[in-house]
């Protein structure tokens, strides 16, 4: 369980220091390319170092390559939504995915959700809602909407893995998909003129210890989750938000409102409770 909590930790420091990085003059194309070609080299290596084949079929290759694309947008959507939102809420709206999840499998399955996901998918929004003040409008209306483009395309991507990249080793399909979203960032940067570098050292940090935060956190997910059953998946899932949340105080000074820390945990338990049910 603490190695559970310390993943989560992880992917909850990497947003903060991306907000340190997009506070002192980068740009989300420029922190998304760098972590994205980072994650992809280091992965490489420690591939090479454990042997892993690399080899796939075509069909298979062009699938990771497709659901890489998805990956680009998504990361570009979140890292938009941390620039604009205090990000605990950025995190929490980006958190609503497994709802999006379980519609669109509904829709190209036919299997219905679960009752425990029905009732929790309006409760979630219910929680959202407040988390977000949504009735006071305090919260910027674009960065919502990055938060919640990227839920919508995350959902899609881990559908399309689910149903084409099940079997395929969870390191090769993370540095495809890493080196996917380098290659597409790195070319539409250089053609919109999109790249922007830190101005003060305090910048720099933030870029070098976003790349690190999340290549760690990335790579010790795929270590410890194989041996944890799906249950265990909303810890990480659910505490980077309230982790987002203590760091985003103590470091970046970010408040929220009680109304809103009871928005979140009401999205949390929204989304774990039918987790913890599945994984029974």
């Known amino acids: 369980m603490l190695a559970l909590l310390a993943i989560a930790t ?42 892993v084949s690399m080899a796939l079929p075509r069909k298979t290759l062009l699938r990771a390559l497709a659901i890489g694309l998805l990956i680009a947008f998504q990361s570009f959507c979140l890292y938009s939504a941390v620039a604009l939102l205090p990000v605990a809420l950025g995190l929490l709206a980006f958190n609503t995915f497994p709802m999006f999840l379980a519609l669109f499998s509904w829709i190209w399955t036919g299997r219905r959700p679960s009752g425990a996901a029905l009732v929790a998918m309006p409760l979630a929004l ?10 006071g409008k305090q919260m910027n209306p674009a960065g919502i909407a990055w938060a919640l483009g990227a839920a919508v395309t995350f959902a899609v991507a881990l559908l399309g893995t689910e149903r084409g990249l099940k079997d395929v080793d969870g ?29 003060a050292p305090a910048g720099w940090a933030g870029v070098a210890l976003l790349t690190v935060f999340y290549a760690a956190a990335i790579t010790s997910l795929f270590i410890v989750l194989p041996h944890l059953g799906p249950a265990n998946y909303a810890v990480v899932l659910n505490f980077e938000p309230i982790a987002a949340l ?6 970046l000074g970010q408040g929220v409102a009680l109304l809103q820390i009871a928005g979140a945990f009401i999205v949390i338990g929204a989304i774990t409770l039918p987790a913890l049910r599945g994984g029974r």
């Open 246 to 251: 203590a760091l985003g105080w103590a470091i």
């Open 171 to 199: 390191r090769l399909r993370t540095f495809l998909m890493m080196s996917v979203t380098a290659l597409v960032v790195l070319i539409a940067g250089l053609a919109s003129d999109a790249f922007a570098f830190p101005r």
């Open 10 to 51: 992880a992917f909850a420091s990497n947003h903060i220091a991306a907000r340190v990085a997009f506070d002192h003059g980068a740009s989300v194309t420029t922190a998304v390319a760098i972590r994205s070609a980072f994650t992809a080299l280091f992965l490489l290596a420690l591939m090479r170092v454990r042997g």
């Open 126 to 135: 219910v929680g959202l809602a407040l988390a977000l003040d949504v009735f």
